[in-house]
């Protein structure tokens, strides 16, 4: 079982960054691949990116595409998602998540969210 707990979050104007990060317990960290998601007002949780377990290789929603950057450290159970470019629409909660289906398909562990809020 792993825990998550992001951070990073806040608020920031359109065009500016953000890194967020998700801390992950337990020592079979990096035997897991990670995503994250995101939820704004009103909307369903939405897809943003994933990543393999050893960081090799990296999906993106459309959306962020080209903006955003996620990457890893296993050595330190954390990941990170570089957030370039902001716009009001990145405006929502992002989720950190786990998954032992390396087919991305679903997420088993859940973090509590960090906001994200993009000004105009």
């Known amino acids: 079982q792993v825990q998550l707990v992001e951070s990073g979050g806040g608020l920031v104007q359109a065009g500016g960054s953000l890194r967020l990060s998700c801390a992950a317990s337990?020592?079979?960290?990096?035997?897991?691949?990670m995503g994250w998601f995101r939820q704004a007002p009103g909307k369903e949780r939405e897809f943003v990116a994933a990543i393999s377990w050893s960081g090799g290789s990296t999906y993106y929603a459309d959306s962020v595409k080209g903006r955003f950057t996620f990457s890893r450290d296993n050595a330190k159970n954390t990941v990170y998602l570089q957030m370039n470019s902001l716009k009001p629409e990145d405006t929502a909660v992002y989720y950190c998540?786990?998954?032992?289906?390396?087919?991305?398909?679903?997420?088993?562990?859940w973090g509590q969210g960090t906001q994200v809020t993009v000004s105009s």
């Open positions: 998540a786990a998954t032992t289906d390396y087919g991305l398909n679903s997420f088993d562990y």
């Open positions: 337990g020592r079979t960290f990096s035997s897991y691949a």
